[in-house]
């Protein structure tokens, strides 16, 4: 089992910047891909970002490229994602999830943590 525990959302206002932080702890030894996902209200869950267990490739969703970039400190067993620019279409729930088949969609991703609020103002 893993556990993931997120934290850094909180409320910025557009154009702003936030990181998030997922740690993960128990049977971290385990090679996993690790992701972020966000939901928005009355939208479906998509894909934001991912990362390989080795943090040679990663994946970003259209959508933010260019302003998001995920990266992994594996010592740490911690995932980031460093968001610039943003935007308020960026408010969402964000959720770190751990485990999927390929970072493209994070897949069957076994593992998630309980979410972290990002709220953006106009």
């Known amino acids: 089992q893993v556990q993931l525990v997120e934290s850094g959302g909180g409320l910025v206002q557009a154009g702003g910047s936030l990181r998030l932080s997922c740690a993960a702890s128990g049977r971290t030894g385990t090679r996993y891909n690790m992701g972020w996902f966000r939901q928005a209200p009355g939208k479906e869950r998509e894909i934001v970002a991912a990362?390989?267990?080795?943090?040679?490739?990663?994946f970003h969703a259209d959508s933010v490229k260019g302003r998001f970039t995920i990266s992994r400190d594996r010592g740490k067993n911690t995932v980031y994602l460093q968001m610039n620019s943003l935007k308020p279409e960026d408010t969402a729930v964000y959720y770190c999830?751990?485990?999927?088949?390929?970072?493209?969609?994070?897949?069957?991703?076994?593992?998630w943590g309980q979410g972290t609020q990002v709220t953006v103002s106009s």
């Open positions: 999830a751990a485990g999927g088949q390929t970072i493209g969609t994070m897949s069957s991703s076994p593992y």
């Open positions: 990362i390989s267990w080795n943090g040679i490739g990663t």
